[in-house]
């Protein structure tokens, strides 16, 4: 089973840009669709972009498309997020997750998870 492990996250003003990265072990990587999701504190974790094995299809939520973009390097074994004119509401733990059936666009049943990175916007 893969394992993923985030990191880029941090503190970043309204506006600016940020790119989390998620690196995956093992040499299955490539058979998994991504996701990324956010959760805040009280609230349930939520979807915010996905992408096919090959990268050839991704999908977002409404609250970040046109601003975040989802991107995977099957030969680096890491999938990516850039963040671009993130906003203070953007502020969550980001978790990259991984899915060998279908596209990750709910948390549910899904196979594996980072451990997150901390996104915090400032205004």
């Known amino acids: 089973q893969v394992q993923l492990v985030e990191s880029g996250g941090g503190l970043v003003q309204a506006g600016g840009s940020l790119r989390l990265s998620c690196a995956a072990s093992?040499?299955?990587?490539?058979?998994?669709?991504m996701g990324w999701f956010r959760q805040t504190p009280g609230k349930e974790r939520e979807f915010v972009a996905a992408?096919?094995?090959?990268?050839?299809?991704?999908y977002y939520a409404d609250s970040v498309k046109g601003r975040f973009t989802i991107s995977r390097d099957n030969a680096e074994n890491t999938v990516y997020l850039q963040m671009n004119s993130p906003k203070p509401e953007d502020t969550a733990v980001y978790y990259c997750?991984?899915?060998?059936?279908?596209?990750?666009?709910?948390?549910?049943?899904?196979?594996?998870w980072g451990q997150g990175t901390l996104v915090t916007v400032s205004s």
């Open positions: 997750a991984a899915g060998r059936t279908g596209i990750p666009r709910t948390p549910r049943g899904l196979d594996a």
């Open positions: 093992g040499r299955t990587f490539s058979s998994y669709a």
């Open positions: 992408i096919s094995r090959s990268g050839g299809s991704t």
